[in-house]
């Protein structure tokens, strides 16, 4: 399972980053979702969290390009 994240500067544990608002809700749940069996992938967007990049220079194809490496990556 691959949990897509929401627009704009949203890690990949739930936390908005502008605001330094640390909710950890994707976090939790691909650790609920674990003990369930089920394996999850979570990523921050280019320019969000720990990823390189700038998000002000990131355009929906480069999101979308990044989500298909996504799926690549599960399916190997």
């Given at each position: 399972m691959s949990l897509l994240l929401e627009s704009g500067e949203i890690d990949r544990d739930g936390t908005i980053v502008p605001l330094k608002l640390a909710s950890n809700v994707?976090?939790?749940?691909?650790?609920?979702?674990?003990?369930?069996?089920?394996?999850?992938?979570?990523?921050?967007k280019r320019g969000v969290g720990k990823s390189d990049g700038d998000i002000m220079?990131?355009?929906?194809?480069?999101?979308?390009?990044?989500?298909?490496?996504?799926?690549t990556y599960l399916k190997e």
């Open positions: 994707y976090k939790d749940l691909a650790h609920v979702m674990a003990k369930l069996g089920v394996v999850t992938l979570r990523f921050d220079k990131t355009g929906m194809w480069d999101l979308v390009s990044d989500i298909e490496s996504t799926i």
